[in-house]
């Protein structure tokens, strides 16, 4: 724990504080392992300390940046799995019953919103 707590001492210390910021607040929102708060709390307290108040508030903006773009990123990932999901079922199920209407109509639904055709080629139609 003492090389984290070095690491983020290190860090706020650094020019590159807010890229590591931005960075770490958007790995976070996909993978919540990774101390984001730990470290805006950290940068935070040793601004504070210096004196550099005003410095907060860029920091409180890449954090809040970071953030959304993270929380975005997993997002999409999350929607995008769903996606070939349904697609997985809508196919099996069209194997099975070859005229059922509904997986037809979701399937064709699904083409048309990942760019594909109904073929599956990868072409837009």
Do not use: C, H
């Not at 210390?13 to 993978?31: E, K, Y």
């Not at 940068?43 to 410095?55: E, F, I, K, N, Y």
């Not at 970071?66 to 697609?87: C, M, P, V």
């Amino acid at each position: 724990m003492d090389v984290i707590n070095e690491l983020i001492l290190q860090t706020v210390a650094s020019p590159w504080l807010f890229v590591v910021l931005l960075a770490v607040t958007i790995v976070d929102g996909f993978f919540p392992p990774v101390p984001s708060e730990t470290v805006l709390v950290a940068a935070a307290a040793v601004l504070a300390s210096t004196g550099d108040v005003w410095a907060l508030l860029p920091l409180g903006l890449v954090a809040a940046l970071g953030a959304t773009i993270g929380d975005n990123l997993a997002f999409a990932l999350e929607k995008q799995s769903k996606a070939d999901e349904a697609r997985s079922l809508y196919e099996k199920v069209l194997q099975l019953e070859a005229t059922n209407k509904t997986a037809l109509k979701r399937l064709s639904i699904l083409e048309r919103r990942s760019g594909r055709d109904a073929g599956g080629n990868g072409k837009a139609s």
